[in-house]
């Protein structure tokens, strides 16, 4: 299974589903969906 890690620095643990408040939420939820595209493609 190909994985791809990454760490946003200084985000608590549920920052993914604060994304309309966070920058870094948004960005971590735009690169699970291209992720998710790709794979599924």
Known sequence: V???HTNYDG????FFQLS???DA???AITQVAEAAK???A
């Not at 985000?11 to 549920?14: D, I, N, P, Q």
């Open 11 to 14: 985000m608590v643990h549920a």
């Open 20 to 22: 309309p408040l966070s």
């Open 38 to 40: 790709a794979a599924l």
């Open 2 to 4: 190909q994985v791809t």
């Open 25 to 27: 939420g948004k960005a």
